[in-house]
């Protein structure tokens, strides 16, 4: 299996972009889907998971409102709406897929991980 996130870029405060994670293999509807991001210099975070099924997501306290998860599992995609971005959004953000409840994903135990897309908000 192997996750490729795409969408990152440069993108004024209050603007909007939309990640893309696209999985290869038989197994993206059997596992739960999460992003997660790491600002220069910080720790990586946990972002938003959805679950296998797409009916239920959960999100940090700091996107809730803005940002939403959501997946197609007839193409093997999850996505990652951003909208009224601040700067403190800026970092690279990583999508990551878990054979685990959506209910932990957030603990950031993960099966597979993507690599990053670069995500910038300028002031």
């Known amino acids: 299996v192997q996750l490729q996130a795409s969408g990152g870029g440069l993108v004024q405060a209050g603007g909007s972009l939309r990640l893309s994670c696209a999985c290869s293999g038989r197994t993206f509807t059997t596992f739960a889907m999460g992003w997660f991001r790491q600002a220069s210099g910080k720790q990586r975070e946990f972002v938003a998971a959805i679950s296998w099924n797409g009916d239920s997501a959960h999100y940090a306290d700091s996107v809730k409102g803005r940002f939403t998860i959501s997946r197609d599992n007839a193409k093997n995609t999850a996505y990652l709406q951003m909208n009224s971005l601040k700067p403190e959004d800026s970092a690279v953000y990583y999508c990551?897929?878990?054979?685990?409840?959506?209910?932990?994903?957030?603990?950031?135990?993960?099966?597979?991980w993507g690599k990053g897309t670069q995500v910038t908000v300028s002031s």
């Open positions: 990551a897929g878990g054979f685990v409840s959506v209910n932990v994903v957030h603990y950031g135990g993960m099966d597979y």
